[in-house]
């Protein structure tokens, strides 16, 4: 994403591989990307690393308290916390009745 001429946001990263990529992977990747494109990096202002823990075991029914996201095992993405979270936010009602149903 550009910010300016000589200035511009890029990330390299791996959403579904199991097991996860190794970072050095990632990082030779993200290498291999600018030279293919022709970009020289001058310096680099923040580099993160993230790791979101994926595959754990399976919900087992019936229980107290159902995982949902990447708590719920291989079948979800932790972004679907953020969205249950959203939906709560703006659905007080319909959160209440999903959580009364388990």
């Known amino acids: 994403m550009p910010f300016s001429s000589k200035r ?7 959403l579904v591989a199991c ?3 190794p970072m050095d992977d990632i990082k030779e990747r ?7 494109l022709g ?3 001058r310096s ?3 580099d993160e690393h993230c790791v979101i823990p994926m595959g754990g075991p399976l919900s087992v029914l019936p229980q107290r308290v159902v ?6 095992g291989r079948c979800t993405h932790r972004l679907d916390i953020w969205w249950q979270g959203l939906c709560c ?4 009602h ?9």
């Open 94 to 102: 319909q959160c209440n009745s999903s959580i009364l149903r388990l």
């Open 39 to 41: 970009i020289k990096v």
């Open 44 to 46: 680099i202002e923040e």
């Open 67 to 72: 995982g949902i996201g990447g708590t719920a």
């Open 8 to 14: 511009i946001f890029l990330e390299e990263t791996s």
């Open 19 to 21: 097991p996860g990529v």
């Open 89 to 92: 936010c703006f659905n007080c």
């Open 30 to 36: 993200m290498v291999a990307r600018l030279s293919h």
